[in-house]
T-cell receptor, first 113, second 115 residues
Framework: AQKITQTQPGMFVQEKEAVTLDCTYD???????LFWYKQPSSGEMIFLIY??????QNATEGRYSLNFQKARKSANLVISASQLGDSAMYFC??????????FGAGTRLFVKA | EAGVTQFPSHSVIEKGQTVTLRCDPI?????LYWYRRVMGKEIKFLLH????????ESGMPNNRFLAERTGGTYSTLKVQPAELEDSGVYFC?????????????FGPGTRLTVL
């Protein structure tokens, strides 16, 4: 069965520093996608970054990068140069079999000034 | 391009009442999904529409929940009668395709509180 795990309930980071949010997954499917979403206090879910199982390069989107280690089944999100506006809940998601998606429990990130 | 919209943003009802949530997907997205996050728990899949057809409703908790997508555009999720455990945030998402590579874009959610 598919599984996705975020082991860090909460993280603190100093403004302008980089932070890594952990995500591990398990699936027997060869084709799958890994997504990260940000949920600020306003509640909406904002898509950040995507990594496909066959992608050889790690995905990057501005200050966000995904450290994809397929053999370890990890897809950690790296936020460089943290900003106060990055304080939010972050969810890792695994998508397989077309539309099936499961989410991790989330990591709450606090950025300190 | 407008994003996924949901209405209402908040709803507070009493146990036993009926509530209808609405979701408008991104224009051109045939695939529409409903998810729910109960307080302190993970986001759970409820169901998936392809146009007006229910592709998968395996996540629907029970028959008090009814989702429709008439005409393949917006969708409604009705809870009747509502119970206390139905409280949570209901998210709608849409995607153009259903491949694992297709990004699902989420709406802002509807926060439902059942008293």
């Amino acid at each position: 069965a598919q599984k996705i795990t975020q082991t860090q309930p909460g993280m603190f980071v100093q403004e302008k520093e980089a932070v890594t949010l952990d995500c591990t997954y398990d699936t027997s499917d060869q084709s799958y996608g890994l997504f990260w979403y940000k949920q600020p206090s306003s509640g909406e879910m904002i898509f950040l970054i995507y990594q496909g199982s066959y992608d050889e390069q790690n995905a990057t989107e501005g200050r966000y990068s995904l450290n994809f280690q397929k053999a370890r089944k990890s897809a950690n999100l790296v936020i460089s140069a943290s900003q106060l506006g990055d304080s939010a809940m972050y969810f890792c998601a695994l998508r397989w079999g077309g539309f099936k998606t499961i989410f991790g429990a989330g990591t709450r990130l606090f950025v300190k000034a | 391009e407008a994003g996924v919209t949901q209405f209402p943003s908040h709803s507070v009802i009493e146990k036993g009442q009926t509530v209808t949530l609405r979701c408008d997907p991104i224009s051109g997205h045939d695939n529409l999904y409903w998810y729910r996050r109960v307080m302190g728990k993970e986001i759970k899949f409820l169901l998936h529409f392809v146009k007006e057809s229910k592709q998968d409703e395996s996540g629907m908790p029970n028959n008090r929940f009814l989702a429709e997508r008439t005409g393949g555009t917006y969708s409604t999720l009705k809870v009747q009668p509502a119970e206390l455990e139905d409280s949570g945030v209901y998210f709608c998402a849409s995607s153009r395709g259903i491949k694992s590579t297709d990004t699902q874009y989420f709406g802002p959610g509807t926060r439902l509180t059942v008293l």
